[in-house]
């Protein structure tokens, strides 16, 4: 997780009337260090960890035991969402990049402060965003977990060992957060 | 069969986990649902409406691993 750039875009939009927040869910890849949480007191146990070790300058929330908020969100480990004032989602995505959320970020600004001005009215669009994926610490983090951890990950690799080792020109190595397929996957030729 | 827990105890990735965000989940331009969290530092319940009541939020989700 972009933790220390997302802190530092909170920092730097937080005069411009905008709120930024980090949402505690269940654990991504419970292991020995940092089991699962059987009750608020495990999330709150595991979210103090989490504070101490990533010195995270945003309000931290906890979601119920439940997940109740990430499950309506969409439940994957570390979207971010934009939300307007009023209310309007304005931006999500399926993983978190700081170039791409700030970029977000002063459009919505822009909008808000303009539209009535300028007359525009919102649509819905859609398009594609990167980021690079760090995976020594990603790796590292797999770690701090525990060995479970790392095997939980490295079984997930050997069972995806066919796609993974023939990354796609296009959109680099598979992660799960693009819909995208070669030809010879979707049919489409 | 059963669906698994969403506290899950060993990672298994789920291959309907994506399209549950980008098909199910609420959309740009949609009106976001909110939900009662509690305040880490604080043990206070706040409702995510509270969040972009004046301003506008960033909401990043995430957990220690």
Excluded: C
């Excluded at chain 2, 986990?17 to 509690?38: G, V």
């Amino acid at each position: 997780m972009a933790t220390g750039a997302m802190d530092d875009l909170a920092g730097r939009f937080a005069d411009r009337a905008v709120r930024s927040v980090f949402i505690y869910t269940r654990e991504a890849h419970p292991a020995e260090n940092y089991r699962h949480h059987a009750s608020m007191d495990d999330k709150r146990r595991n979210a103090r960890a989490f504070l101490e070790h990533s010195k995270v300058r945003r309000r931290i929330l906890l979601d119920d035991l439940e997940g109740t908020a990430h499950r309506a969100y969409g439940s994957l480990p570390n979207m971010t969402w934009i939300v307007g004032r009023g209310g309007m989602i304005h931006y999500k995505s399926a993983w978190t990049s700081e170039a791409d959320v700030a970029d977000a970020l002063e459009g919505v600004l822009d909008f808000q402060a303009n539209r009535a001005k300028r007359q525009w009215v919102a649509f819905y669009s859609e398009r594609s965003a990167w980021s690079t994926r760090d995976m020594a610490k990603f790796k590292a983090g797999l770690e701090r977990a525990g060995p479970q951890a790392v095997a939980d990950y490295q079984r997930m690799l050997e069972a995806n060992k066919a796609s993974r080792a023939a990354p796609a020109e296009e959109v680099g190595p598979r992660i799960p957060g693009n819909f995208y397929r070669t030809e010879d996957e979707s049919g489409n030729r | 069969m059963q669906s698994s827990p969403y506290n899950y105890s060993e990672f298994v990735a789920n291959p309907e986990e994506f399209s549950e965000f980008a098909l199910h989940a609420p959309k740009a331009t949609m009106r976001a649902p909110s939900f009662p969290l509690e305040d880490l530092a604080t043990g206070e319940t706040v409702q995510m409406s509270e969040l972009w009541k004046t301003q506008v939020a960033v909401i990043e989700f995430g957990s220690f691993t």
